[in-house]
């Protein structure tokens, strides 16, 4: 949990589903706290002085796939885009906004 005291900041990240049939919702965990999350754009608050570990998965009932895992080092403005796989046992993606 982020304490009231300490600085935050915010980095941008869009979540990304294949254009092309039914996905669950995805799960972002941010420093091992799950937090709501649906596709398209949210930004999302992170401690100021720390790099933030993030987790991104789908779970449809029976197992949870494309899991992607990476850090937000203090002072990277970067937008981040998510792509969901297109196969349950694939990976997910991500990279920079270009």
Do not use: C, H
Request: glycine residues 8%; without cysteine; charged residues 20%.
């Amino acid at each position: 949990m982020i304490e009231p005291t300490s600085t935050t900041r915010r980095f941008e990240l869009t979540l990304r589903k294949p254009w092309l049939g039914w996905f669950p919702r995805p799960t972002v965990v941010v420093n091992g706290v799950g937090q709501p999350a649906q596709w398209g754009t949210r930004n999302w608050k992170v401690p100021g002085d720390d790099t933030a570990t993030v987790n991104i998965f789908l779970f449809n009932r029976w197992w949870k796939y494309g899991e992607v895992n990476f850090s937000v080092e203090p002072g990277a403005l970067a937008p981040l885009v998510y792509s969901a796989p297109w196969l349950p046992f694939l990976p997910g993606r991500v990279r920079p906004v270009r």
